[in-house]
């Protein structure tokens, strides 16, 4: 999936927020960030970080320089081997306009060198905010590699799938072992998004500084 | 067999040590849940899985002993907690299949001799 189409779709579908948060690596999410420069819609850069204990996480950062300083730790903590296409598929760059300009060959669906508690402050160091991807799934989750959720944890949020979101039918601002929660479409083909989206009815949310604001104010001690 | 034995016969780096239990049967396994359904009490548990959250599991099941291996770097928040709860925590540069092995080893001969 290009940015330049993720973007089209996403502006077609009414969003007003959106990250793209691919598996450990950030060039997309800062296309998708300069492209929505012209738009109307915001991107908040991210990506979709894996821990030592394989445990999904999501990162968002304030602007492109810090999602920066990230790719360098996600580099620096890599295992540097080449990806295996037959199995993971080739991992396409685009450039703005959506045309293909290479191929990326570092494996990335691969765990990063750091335990689940040190990346978190990392990404805390670089002035982003970490939050465990779809903790409730039964792969590459905080609840199927660890265990349970630790009170104690510095998560900013937790992450819960858009499946539970609609069954519990969790709204923003709920509170999980006190953690505030959010829910993301996860799509991973044109088709998903906009299928799921969370829905910010005060409409205080426009931005990263305001997510980061909002879930502060969320988070329960 | 005391666990003073298979530190030094397996050259364990002692990174938490505070009681030299008797130890009868080991488990491997870095998944919580299959270490809470499987692991027996007292057991000494061998895991890459050097989280918070591994101490827990410890105390859940009564797990006195635990090896990290792969030389994995084991968190001062880890240590901490495992001190406080009197969990000994150990380590090798060696995997887990090398350390089970030799841990494997030394019990049956131990055994043998009984």
């Not at chain 2, 105390?59 to 001190?83: H, M, Q, R, W, Y």
Request: glycine share 6%.
């Amino acid at each position: 999936m290009s940015p330049q189409l993720i973007l089209e779709q996403a502006v077609q579908k009414e969003l007003n927020l959106i990250s793209i948060t691919d598996h450990n690596t950030v060039q997309h999410s800062i296309l998708a960030c300069k492209l929505s420069e012209d738009l109307s819609i915001r991107v908040i850069p991210g990506v979709e970080l894996t821990s030592r204990e394989e445990v999904h996480l999501l990162a968002y950062f304030p602007n492109i320089e810090a999602i920066l300083k990230m790719k360098k730790e996600i580099d620096n903590y890599l295992p540097g081997k080449k990806n295996n296409s037959k199995i993971f598929g080739n991992q396409l760059y685009y450039d703005l306009k959506g045309e293909i300009i290479g191929i990326d060959d570092t494996l990335r669906q691969v765990a990063l060198n750091l335990g689940l508690d040190n990346l978190v402050d990392l990404v805390h160091s670089i002035e982003g905010i970490a939050v465990p991807a779809h903790i409730d799934k039964d792969r590459f989750s905080l609840l199927s590699q660890l265990g349970f959720l630790d009170r104690e944890a510095n998560f900013d949020a937790v992450e819960i799938s858009k499946f539970k979101w609609r069954k519990e039918k969790f709204q923003l601002g709920n509170i999980r072992r006190g953690f505030p929660v959010i829910a993301g479409s996860d799509s991973h083909g044109v088709e998903d998004i906009g299928l799921f989206f969370m829905e910010d009815s005060q409409e205080e949310i426009k931005d990263f500084i305001s997510l980061k604001d909002f879930l502060k104010r969320s988070k329960k001690p | 067999m005391k666990l003073s034995k298979i530190i030094s016969e397996c050259r364990l780096e002692k990174i938490v040590f505070c009681t030299d239990c008797e130890i009868e049967n080991g488990y491997c396994g870095d998944l919580m849940s299959d270490v809470m359904a499987h692991a027996e009490a007292e057991c000494i548990w061998i895991t890459i899985q050097a989280h918070k959250n591994s101490i827990a599991v410890a105390l859940i099941k009564d797990i006195k002993s635990i090896v990290f291996t792969n030389n994995v770097t084991v968190g001062k928040e880890v240590i901490k907690k495992a001190e406080e709860e009197k969990i000994n925590l150990l380590r090798t540069d060696k995997d887990s299949f090398s350390v089970c092995g030799e841990i494997y080893c030394l019990m049956e001969a131990e055994t043998a001799k009984d």
